[in-house]
């Protein structure tokens, strides 16, 4: 299947890592210009632009500056913006691991509230009149399966997510006015990738054990479905939440 692709100019925020690593893979795998960016691993971006044939740029979702940057300086080198896939995000301390929600600081949740939050949001008004001028655009946002499923400790990344939920619904309808612009959540649930080893050493076997298939997803499953919604050929799909756990 064609995806549409070739030639579109894609950014794929915190994609030095993790699900966002593939993210730009597959995007990349189908011809588009992908831009990725990075917070602090600039070495790792920069190799895997370098791979794909990509750019590398960096980017603070808690700086308004820095997204006004990133965006003037996308459309400085292709002209264009078509598909964003709001994947950056602010980890903090969870609650659950030594505390109760309530006895979390104000400046801790307060920061990892509105980062989530507010750094997706931003960095999806300022790319929106492009795609409005164009009259094509994909925005797909990463959540994560606290935000339905609940998670001791998850209450304010949870909270965070479930922004994201509320805003792309509303957003598809305001978009979809003005042309062929999509807007959905992908939401993963516990997934391998290179990092996070750890994690699913300890607690993977919970989720296999759940999930209808029997395993965990890897990093490059989740990124298929971001690439499908975020591509061309999506051109029915707007306003969803997507959940890619392996059934979980």
Request: proline content about 2%.
């Amino acid at each position: 299947m064609d995806l549409g692709l070739k030639g579109r100019t894609v950014i794929v925020t915190g994609a030095s890592g993790g699900i966002g690593r593939e993210i730009a893979r597959g995007y990349a795998a189908e011809g588009a210009e992908v831009v990725l960016t990075y917070h602090s691993a600039s070495e790792e971006a920069e190799k895997l632009a370098g791979d794909i044939g990509g750019t590398a740029l960096p980017y603070a979702m808690s700086e308004p500056d820095s997204a006004a940057a990133l965006v003037a300086e996308v459309l400085a080198r292709t002209g264009r913006i078509d598909v964003l896939v709001n994947n950056a995000v602010r980890w903090g301390r969870m609650a659950g691991q030594d505390a109760s929600f309530e006895d979390v600081a104000d400046d801790e949740w307060l920061t990892m509230l509105r980062e989530n939050t507010e750094g997706a949001l931003r960095l999806s008004r300022l790319v929106t009149p492009v795609m409005r001028e164009r009259g094509f655009g994909r925005l797909v946002h990463i959540s994560s399966s606290i935000a339905t499923d609940g998670m001791a400790g998850g209450e304010y990344y949870g909270a965070a997510k479930g922004a994201l939920h509320g805003f792309s619904r509303s957003v598809a309808f305001s978009l979809g006015r003005d042309g062929d612009i999509l807007s959905n959540v992908v939401m993963p649930g516990l997934t391998r990738t290179a990092r996070n080893g750890a994690i699913v050493e300890a607690a993977g076997h919970i989720y296999s054990e759940r999930a209808p298939i029997g395993r965990l997803l890897e990093a490059s499953e989740v990124a298929n479905a971001v690439v499908y919604l975020g591509s061309a050929a999506n051109t029915g799909i707007t306003g969803q939440v997507i959940a890619v756990t392996g059934g979980a």
